[in-house]
């Protein structure tokens, strides 16, 4: 199956012509995913900050990830699901946006980016958890997590836009 059938095939589930032909179940999934992108993003920029040396450097890095991350997780499960009902509703249409594109390219950078955090210097935290010295790769990947979830508020809002 080609990606143009599949966005097609993906609107026609009812669920995607309910939330699209009802006057307030698009609205409010539209607002249940802002609150929780705001969730997501604040708890997300709440560890960059850390790991940047910008605020919380009294607390090891271990006690604020293991306080904001259960936050971000669940925050980020419910973006996902609201996200994904938005796009079902007209999937054919979103696809064809430039804002919608560069929104999912900086949410794909920044899963690559905590990835390789979480793969990299963040399985050494033991040696540096309450040091003030952040190694120069988790401060990196703070540094472009800020930005690449600053770029899918940004897009994202673009794309409501079109």
């Given at each position: 199956m080609d990606f143009e059938?599949?966005?097609?095939?993906?609107?026609?589930?009812?669920?995607?012509?309910?939330?699209?032909?009802?006057?307030?179940?698009f609205p409010v999934i539209e607002t249940l995913h802002v609150v929780?992108?705001?969730?997501?993003?604040?708890?997300?920029?709440l560890l960059d900050f850390r790991l940047l040396g910008i605020g919380f450097d009294k607390r090891p890095v271990r006690h604020a990830a293991a306080e904001a991350?259960?936050?971000t997780w669940r925050a980020f499960v419910a973006t996902c699901l609201s996200g994904f009902l938005m796009f079902a509703s007209a999937a054919s249409?979103?696809?064809t946006?430039?804002?919608?594109?560069?929104?999912a390219l900086c949410l794909l950078l920044a899963g690559i980016n905590m990835l390789v955090l979480h793969f990299g210097s963040w399985r050494d935290l033991g040696a540096w958890n309450d040091d003030a010295r952040i190694p120069v790769a988790a401060k990196t990947a703070a540094a472009l997590s800020l930005l690449f979830w600053a770029g899918v508020v940004v897009f994202g809002r673009w794309t409501g836009f079109y």
């Amino acid at each position: 199956m080609d990606f143009e059938r599949a966005w097609f095939w993906l609107e026609g589930f009812w669920i995607s012509g309910t939330i699209r032909e009802s006057m307030w179940v698009f609205p409010v999934i539209e607002t249940l995913h802002v609150v929780t992108l705001a969730m997501t993003v604040g708890s997300i920029a709440l560890l960059d900050f850390r790991l940047l040396g910008i605020g919380f450097d009294k607390r090891p890095v271990r006690h604020a990830a293991a306080e904001a991350l259960p936050w971000t997780w669940r925050a980020f499960v419910a973006t996902c699901l609201s996200g994904f009902l938005m796009f079902a509703s007209a999937a054919s249409y979103y696809v064809t946006i430039p804002a919608f594109r560069y929104k999912a390219l900086c949410l794909l950078l920044a899963g690559i980016n905590m990835l390789v955090l979480h793969f990299g210097s963040w399985r050494d935290l033991g040696a540096w958890n309450d040091d003030a010295r952040i190694p120069v790769a988790a401060k990196t990947a703070a540094a472009l997590s800020l930005l690449f979830w600053a770029g899918v508020v940004v897009f994202g809002r673009w794309t409501g836009f079109y």
